[in-house]
């Protein structure tokens, strides 16, 4: 059974949730019907804004993440090398590929999507 304090927290919370969504909301108005040109106007504001915080966030935290995980798995495999004399090159080749295709992302990936 719910008490009426729970109920009365769980509205506390969803009226709080549902005012900071509508205090940071952004209205995109489109004049006389005209919504594809509302669209194409928000995204040509914003493109800018996105490659920069792409280049310069997105995608060093995920060389970052990657390379971690490339040098655990290279130090884990040795270890079960030195243990069971089996070297598994699979997901070392994997993790590299991935790596070197994050790293030269951002030199390609504008261009192919036009930006």
């Known amino acids: 059974m719910i008490k ?14 549902v005012l ?20 194409e106007d928000t995204w040509i504001a914003a493109r800018g804004q996105i490659k920069s915080v792409t280049n310069k966030v997105i995608f060093p935290v995920i060389d970052l993440i990657l390379a971690v995980l490339f040098f655990v798995k290279v130090a884990t495999s040795y270890l079960e090398y030195r243990k069971h004399g089996q ?15 994050s790293l030269t992302c951002p030199l390609y990936i504008w261009n192919i999507l036009g930006i």
């Open 87 to 101: 070297f598994e090159w699979v997901p070392i080749a994997i993790l590299f590929a991935c790596l070197v295709f």
């Open 4 to 17: 009426v304090k729970n109920i009365k927290k769980i509205a506390i919370v969803l009226f709080t949730v």
């Open 20 to 39: 900071i969504v509508s205090c940071f909301s952004v209205s995109a108005f489109a004049a006389e019907g005209d919504v594809s040109g509302a669209v």
